[in-house]
Structure formats: structure tokens, C-alpha cells
């Protein structure tokens, strides 16, 4: 069984950073892309970076600049590195990743997710 676990969110004021993380635990054969998502409260969720097992990433436009994603595959974990956060990221954010529990095989995973607060 795979279980993801996020950490790392919390209120920040306007122009500061917060980092979050997402470890991925169990029995599986590999993972391949991982990636944070967003929802705002009424909105839909929304991409907000990706990164593939050998490292290419991928932003929305909106962040980009501004946020990292990365990964250390050591510890199937993704990170996501978040500056000059604005009022309107106030959100949930949630990490994705795409898991082989056999190599033949993959499947999506969810993160619980993690309140992200940016007060003006």
C-alpha cells in the first residue's frame, strides 16, 4: 500500500516563502512524474509544477520565477520551494505522483494536502 505524506504549509505573509514536501511510503516498483497541484476555495484544482523521474519540470506560468519544484529520489520526495508567495495562492495544495507498483502498471496518488495561507 502507498501513502503519501505532505508537510510544510502554513500561514506566511505576502512576499515570504514556505517549502513544501511530499513523502511517498510502501512497496512499489519506481515512481515517475511527481507534481503539486492547488484549489482554491470555489475554484478548480490547477497545476502548479511537475517534474519527471529524470528531472525536466514543468510551472504554471503564474509561478514561474518564483517557485522550484525538485525531487530527491533517494527518499521518494518531492519538494516545492515557494517565494514572493502572493494573496491570491492562499490554497490546498496537493501533491501528485504517478506510481509502477509493478513495472507494468501505474497509477495516480494523491497527497492529503496542505493549507497554504499568504495574508496581505
Known amino acids: 500500500q502507498v501513502r503519501l505524506v505532505e508537510s510544510g504549509g502554513g500561514l506566511v505573509q505576502a512576499g515570504g516563502s514556505l517549502r513544501l514536501s511530499c513523502a511517498a511510503s510502501g512497496s512499489f516498483f519506481s515512481i515517475d512524474d511527481m507534481g503539486w497541484y492547488r484549489q482554491a476555495p470555489g475554484k478548480q484544482r490547477e497545476l502548479v509544477a511537475t517534474?519527471?523521474?529524470?528531472?525536466?519540470?514543468n510551472y504554471a506560468d503564474s509561478v514561474k520565477g518564483r517557485f522550484t519544484i525538485s525531487r530527491d529520489n533517494a527518499k521518494n520526495t518531492v519538494y516545492l520551494q515557494m517565494n514572493s508567495l502572493k494573496p491570491e495562492e492562499t490554497a490546498v495544495y496537493y501533491c501528485?505522483?504517478?506510481?509502477?507498483?509493478?513495472?507494468?502498471?501505474?497509477?495516480?496518488?494523491w497527497g492529503q494536502g496542505t493549507q497554504v495561507t499568504v495574508s496581505s
Open positions: 517534474i519527471t523521474s529524470g528531472g525536466s519540470t
Open positions: 501528485n505522483v504517478e506510481i509502477r507498483p509493478r513495472p507494468w502498471s501505474r497509477r495516480d496518488y
